[in-house]
C-alpha cells in the first residue's frame, strides 16, 4: 500500500479495492434508539447494514468464537450453517446481543420481518450483532427502519464494498477491506475489529465474499485453517469475544479452474485483514511481529508468540519506545515454565529489530544498541490518538527461536497505551 496521508487517500484505496464479486449487493439506513438498561432518554445511533446474494448459494461456510457466552446471533448462524441455502446477513453495531434472555427470539424476530421485505425465507438469512454486551436489541426501531436498508439495497449501484466496511465499525478508526483478482474471478473481504481482541476460531467480524464457482465442501474444508492461520494468531488485548464469526460465501458466477490459487487468494486476504485489525486496535501506537522459530509444534510456536504479545510488561515498553528485553525473556521463560516446556536456553535466540539481543544464555545489549532499538521502536510507531487511516504498514519485529524442533508460528500483537485504557474506561460513557 501505498503510503497514506489523510482519510480521503485511504477511501480511495479502499473504493480502488472495494468492487463487489458478481451476484452479491449491500444495502444500509440508521436509525436512534434509547438503551433501556441506561434508565434515561439518552439517544444513540446505530448503522443497520445487508450483505445479501442476488440469489441463494448453497456455498457458505462459518466459523465462530469459542467463548462460553456467545451471542445470539453466533448461537442463530451456528445452526443456519446446518440449512441447505444462504441468501444473506443482516449486520448491526452498537449492540451484541449477548446474554439477554429473549436474545435469539429477538435476531429471530429481526430476520423474520427482513425475509418479507427481501421476499426470500428467513431460513436463508443470517443475524450479526457488534457493540455492548448485555444491552437488548431495539428490535421495533430495526424492524422499522428496515424499508428504508431494502431500498437501499435495491438502489445500490455502485456495488463497492466501502461503506460495508465503515458502516460496521464500533470503536475501530479505520475500516477495514482486502480483496484479490484470482482465476478470472473476484474475492472481496471486510472486517470490524479493534478491542476485545484474541480470536480463537474480537469483538471481531469478518465477511468474505467471491463469485468463483467452489464446491460448499471446499470452502467448509478450506476457512477454518486458514482462519487458524491468520485471525486466531492475532491479539490487541488477550479478551476472546462472544461474537466473533468469520462468514464466507459463494455466489458461483464463475469457473475456478485453480483451486489452490483461490485458497492462496483466500489466505492472502484473511492474513492482511488480520494484520489490519491488530493496526487498528483500539490505543495501539506499535503493531508487533512475533515470529517464533524452533519449537516443538506449531501449537506450541503460537502459544509461546501469545504469551510474549499479551504481556501488559512487554506491550508498555514497546508502547514507550523503550527496547527493555529482559522482558522478553521474562515473558517467554515464564510461560515455559508454566507449562512444563524445558527450554533450552543456552540454544534460544532472540532479535529486535533484525539485531541479536540474546544468545547463548545471555544477553547481548550495548549502548550503541540500545540507542539504536530505541529509534528503531520509534520509527515504527504511530500516534495512538490518530484516527481515520493507517499511517503506515511497519511492524515492531520479534524473532525468537527456542532450539528445540523445526516448527514455526507468527503471532501479531499490538502495544498497550494511555489511549487504550481512556476508550475502554469511556466506552459506554
Known amino acids: 500500500m501505498q503510503k497514506i496521508k489523510s482519510a480521503t487517500d485511504y477511501r480511495n484505496e479502499l473504493e480502488s479495492r472495494g468492487a463487489l464479486p458478481e451476484g452479491f449487493s449491500t444495502g444500509f439506513t440508521g436509525l436512534t434508539f434509547s438503551p433501556t438498561e441506561l434508565g434515561s432518554d439518552q439517544v444513540m ?38 440449512n441447505d441455502r444462504f441468501r444473506g446477513i443482516i449486520i448491526n453495531n452498537k449492540i451484541a446481543n449477548v446474554c439477554i434472555e429473549t436474545g435469539v427470539e429477538d435476531s429471530e424476530e429481526l430476520l423474520k420481518a427482513a425475509a418479507v421485505q427481501l421476499g426470500c425465507s428467513p431460513d436463508e438469512l443470517m443475524a450479526s450483532s457488534t457493540g455492548v454486551i448485555g444491552w437488548r436489541l431495539p428490535v421495533n426501531e430495526m424492524i422499522n427502519a428496515l424499508p428504508s436498508a431494502v431500498e437501499s439495497l435495491r438502489s445500490n449501484s455502485r456495488r463497492n464494498a466501502v461503506e460495508l466496511a465503515e458502516r460496521i465499525m464500533t470503536t475501530d478508526s479505520f475500516p477495514k477491506l482486502r480483496s484479490r483478482s484470482v482465476c478470472g474471478g473476484r474475492i472481496t473481504a471486510v472486517a470490524k475489529g479493534a478491542g476485545m481482541i484474541e480470536p480463537n476460531m474480537a469483538t471481531m467480524l469478518c465477511f468474505i465474499i467471491t463469485d468463483l464457482s467452489i464446491s460448499r465442501d471446499e470452502l467448509r474444508e478450506m476457512l477454518p485453517p486458514i482462519v487458524g492461520e491468520t485471525f486466531n494468531r492475532i491479539s490487541v488485548d488477550s479478551d476472546q469475544s462472544t461474537s466473533d464469526m468469520v462468514i464466507a460465501a459463494s455466489s458461483d458466477r464463475k469457473p475456478c479452474a485453480d483451486k489452490a490459487e483461490f485458497r492462496k487468494a483466500l489466505y492472502e486476504v484473511c492474513s492482511e485483514l488480520a494484520e489490519d485489525i491488530v493496526r487498528n486496535g483500539e490505543g495501539t501506537g506499535h503493531v508487533i511481529r512475533v515470529t517464533v522459530d524452533g519449537a516443538a509444534s506449531v501449537e506450541e510456536a503460537s502459544a509461546i508468540g501469545k504469551a510474549l504479545v499479551n504481556s501488559p510488561l512487554v506491550k508498555t515498553a514497546i508502547a514507550g519506545n523503550d527496547p527493555n528485553v529482559g522482558r522478553f525473556a521474562s515473558s517467554i521463560g515464564d510461560y515455559c515454565g508454566n507449562n512444563g516446556i524445558k527450554l533450552p536456553v543456552d540454544k534460544m535466540e532472540i532479535s529486535l529489530g533484525g539485531e541479536l539481543i540474546f544468545s547463548g544464555g545471555g544477553f547481548c545489549m550495548t549502548p550503541a544498541k540500545e540507542f539504536r532499538l530505541a529509534a528503531y521502536l520509534s520509527e515504527c510507531g504511530t500516534i495512538p490518538e490518530h484516527k481515520g487511516w493507517p499511517v503506515h504498514e511497519k511492524t515492531v519485529n520479534i524473532d525468537i527461536n527456542i532450539g528445540m524442533g523445526n516448527s514455526r508460528s507468527t503471532i501479531l500483537g499490538s502495544d498497550l497505551t494511555h489511549e487504550y485504557v481512556r476508550e475502554n474506561a469511556d466506552y459506554r460513557t
Open 45 to 82: 445511533e446505530m448503522n443497520l447494514s445487508m450483505l445479501m446474494l442476488d440469489k441463494p448459494t448453497t456455498v457458505f461456510a462459518g466459523t465462530f468464537t469459542k467463548n462460553l457466552f456467545p451471542g445470539a446471533p453466533v448461537l442463530l448462524c451456528r445452526k443456519r450453517l446446518e
